[in-house]
């Protein structure tokens, strides 16, 4: 056999030692270990290759040569996969197990590195070359010796995995070397980190190596006991004051004395007295009380009862406000913070005059239903500002969930009450008035349905025994005032309806927005926006053009947020010269007009719409309601060549094309009467068209609108542009009622139409429509498609009729 290179020889029987080894050995391939010098460890060893390659070996010379794989994952590892640098080693003992696994008995003999492999297929064979590190004995080599002793020596005495006969077996070794290798064979380190040490080809580097991993590990093993340390002294201390607790309460039984000489169960105690609460809950709150002294503070359950007790205490139970009753001051603050509503403020006048004789009423629950921006939530504030109530709002928009309003068991981590107990809480009183904002909104999912268990709250028969699920206790409601608000009414449960009483309001006119931007919305945006001493004003026709060439709403919120782009703007001109020419002179006015509004809003967002003259075939006006008030509904029709077929666009509902089927199956039947030909389908296709395409409409009430658009398109006729209608049509050309009649006629008027079209039924509902409404407005109330023919079509002479009657509403000077 060839002899291997050699480095350097110190010794003649090392030297005889390396002479007699071959330069070629099997390699076997170690997973999660890494064997050292003079290291005696066994090797389990299952994988074919492995198995191959140490018969070989104990065949042979019995030498073989440990390398560790850089993943020890790898089931069939390659070449690439072990490292080159490893450990010539001598089988000592080999024994067979039965389960066709090898355990052998290696000898580690000196460090060693492949130079290159064989072309050995049965397992890896390579090319080695033997490493000595040089020892040089001198004062730096001395003193890594002393260093990584003494390192090595508190490493054993921190760790827990390493018994203590290592040491006294270290304390035996003599030689550097063998010192290094036994220290680095006993570090709890990762593989790549034990690796390192035999990639040093030095005596010093290899020290050096040890050495930082000793320090590195006892940093880590220092933390973890100080960690420890501190868990165990928390542990202590808990189990210290639990048996201390403990020993406290045998001796109180033993002297008869009461559980409340502790502090904190003598302040429970206290508050459950303190609150008043009524008989049912006061023992409750005592039982839970006793509960709590018997169950150990650690406890998760002391921490839930602890919870509910404080719940239960802080709830008010007999606190409450004064009711300010005097009528004429609350008249005052009512008309201070709201312009019009007249309504709305009349009923809350009624309810003080009963106040005041009965001292106590029920059924105060108020539905205030209207489109956004007509002061309903800010309305139930200055209700509770002019009573001298507490005032909490609720928002049920978005609410899904039925624990939300009766709260959740206690039995459920982290449960708490629902929102009317947290509310009562929050008020401090039992007396406050509560607002229920968007309770048209409220929805329904697979956790229940919130609306049902709003019935108990809302109703005066049921709510003096609200029982919320978290308090598990009757809590009296009957003392609160309840105001609901909604956009929509037919969103809001029928039950829920019947439990409330509800006050409608309609959309502003020009001139309640005027007022109501004069009294409050410039005063505030001036004030916000420190305009008030700069002497700012804007006028009334800057106001009006805002109205209506910049807003388009039944409220004022839009309003109010141009008013207030506007006084930034001002304030900008305002800084920009002060800092230019000094002082703004507190004389100077500043003052707002229509110009400066275009100069500051650009172009106008909505063009008032202009209603033409001239008359044309097959288009008509309607009426509409929206959440945001009424609007204009433009009904066009062409008639066209075809097969009989009626078209419908414009984002039309299920509702909206029965009311144009029906009203084109009138058409056809009563043709004769109607001064048609009874053929006028016959080979023409209809198509109806709703401008806006992108907005969706629905519902009965264009039911006339169509009927009046197709009749002008069939008989060739033009029809008006300055009359509106409105009303649900049936096979017979009968006319029934229709909803949102007041925020119609508003559309109707705020687009200068001087004729509007009404259901003879809705008639009997004009008396409740402010005459400011009415002022300008002829209303004719019909009862057939009939009655509608002449107001529509100025070119079919009127007949007359008895079913409709014309009211005219003129302005009173």
């Not at 609460?277 to 409750?284: F, H, I, S, V």
């Not at 009711?323 to 609350?330: C, M």
Request: hydrophobic share 35%; charged share 30%; with cysteine.
């Amino acid at each position: 056999m060839n002899q291997i290179n050699k480095t350097e020889i110190q010794t003649a029987s090392e030297g005889s030692f390396i002479d007699n080894m071959p330069d070629t050995l099997p390699i076997l391939p170690l997973r999660d270990i890494v064997i050292f010098p003079y290291m005696i460890f066994p090797v389990l060893v299952g994988r074919e290759l492995s198995i191959r390659a140490a018969n070989y070996a104990t065949e042979n010379t019995k030498y073989i040569f440990l390398s560790t794989q850089k993943i020890s994952t790898i089931e069939d590892p390659k070449k690439d996969d072990i490292y080159t640098d490893g450990t010539i080693a001598k089988i000592i003992q080999i024994l067979k197990l039965p389960n066709g696994l090898m355990k052998i008995l290696v000898d580690g003999l000196i460090q060693a590195k492949i130079v290159g492999f064989t072309d050995r297929k049965e397992f890896f064979e390579g090319k080695l070359e033997i490493v000595l590190p040089e020892l040089v004995k001198d004062h730096e080599m001395n003193a890594m010796e002393r260093q990584m002793s003494q390192l090595f020596k508190e490493y054993v005495k921190i760790s827990r995995n390493i018994p203590a006969e290592t040491l006294s077996a270290f304390e035996n070794i003599v030689e550097p070397d063998r010192k290094l290798f036994y220290v680095a064979a006993n570090i709890n380190q990762q593989i790549d980190v034990k690796q390192a040490i035999l990639q040093k080809y030095t005596l010093k580097d290899q020290f050096y190596e040890v050495i930082k991993i000793l320090n590195s590990e006892i940093d880590i093993l220092k933390i973890e006991k100080e960690i420890d340390n501190r868990v165990q002294e928390n542990i202590a201390k808990t189990q210290r004051k639990f048996i201390i607790q403990e020993q406290i309460k045998i001796l109180q039984d033993e002297l008869g004395e009461d559980d409340d000489a502790s502090p904190e169960f003598t302040k429970i105690r206290q508050k459950i007295k303190k609150a008043k609460m009524p008989k049912e809950a006061e023992e409750k709150s005592l039982e839970e009380l006793t509960k709590l002294k018997k169950t150990p503070p650690m406890s998760p359950e002391s921490t839930v009862i602890r919870n509910y007790l404080d719940w239960l205490t802080d709830v008010p139970w007999s606190k409450k406000t004064k009711d300010n009753l005097n009528i004429k001051h609350v008249q005052k603050i009512l008309d201070e913070d709201h312009f019009g509503l007249e309504k709305p403020k009349e009923r809350i006048i009624e309810h003080i005059a009963v106040l005041n004789l009965v001292k106590q009423i029920r059924g105060q629950i108020l539905c205030f239903v209207g489109p956004p921006g007509v002061g309903k939530t800010s309305l139930g504030k200055s209700i509770a500002r002019a009573l001298g109530r507490k005032f909490v709002r609720i928002s049920l928009g978005g609410v899904r969930d039925e624990a939300e309003i009766r709260g959740h068991r206690r039995t459920y981590i982290g449960s708490m009450p629902g929102k009317i107990i947290q509310s009562m809480k929050k008020a401090g009183t039992i007396n406050p008035i509560i607002l229920l904002d968007e309770i048209d909104k409220m929805s329904v999912d697979f956790r229940g349905d919130p609306s049902s268990a709003m019935l108990e709250v809302l109703d005066p028969e049921q709510n003096h025994t609200f029982n919320d699920h978290y308090l598990e206790v009757d809590y009296d409601l009957k003392n609160v005032m309840f105001i609901t608000t909604a956009n929509v009414r037919y969103n809001i449960p029928l039950p829920l309806q019947d439990r409330m009483e509800i006050i409608e309001l309609p959309g502003y006119l020009e001139y309640d927005k005027l007022e109501i931007a004069k009294r409050h919305l410039v005063p505030k945006q001036l004030e916000s926006h420190g305009l008030i001493k700069k002497n700012v004003i804007i006028n009334d026709d800057a106001i009006k053009k805002i109205i209506r060439d910049y807003t388009r709403e039944a409220g004022v919120r839009n309003l109010e947020r141009e008013l207030a782009s506007i006084c930034r703007k001002v304030a900008k001109d305002i800084v920009v010269k002060e800092s230019s020419n000094g002082k703004w002179k507190k004389k100077t006015k500043y003052t707002i007009d229509e110009k400066k509004v275009e100069d500051y809003l650009k172009n106008p967002k909505f063009r008032t719409p202009r209603h033409e003259k001239t008359e044309k075939i097959g288009s008509v006006t309607g009426l509409a309601w929206t959440s945001v008030g009424g609007a204009l509904l433009n009904v066009e029709v062409t008639i066209m060549s075809g097969n009989g077929k009626l078209s419908l666009t414009g984002q039309i509902g299920n509702v909206m094309k029965e009311s144009a089927q029906a009203a084109l199956s009138y058409l056809r039947s009563s043709a004769k009467e109607l001064g048609l030909r009874h053929d006028f389908f016959k080979g023409k296709e209809i198509h109806i068209h709703v401008p806006e395409g992108a907005i969706p409409k629905d519902g009965p009430s264009a039911g006339i609108t169509m009927a009046m658009a197709m009749y002008s398109a069939i008989g060739k006729k033009p029809a008006s542009n300055n009359v509106a209608m409105t009303g649900e049509i049936t096979l017979t050309g009968s006319i029934l009622a229709i909803g949102g009649l007041n925020e119609k006629l508003l559309a109707a008027k705020r687009n200068k139409i001087e004729t509007v079209l009404i259901p003879k039924e809705n008639e009997i509902d004009l008396n409740e429509i402010s005459d400011k409404v009415k002022d300008g407005l002829k209303i004719i109330p019909i009862e057939k498609v009939e009655d509608a023919i002449p107001y529509v079509l100025p070119s079919i002479k009127r007949k007359k009729s008895s079913t409709a009657t014309t009211k005219k509403v003129t302005k009173r000077k």
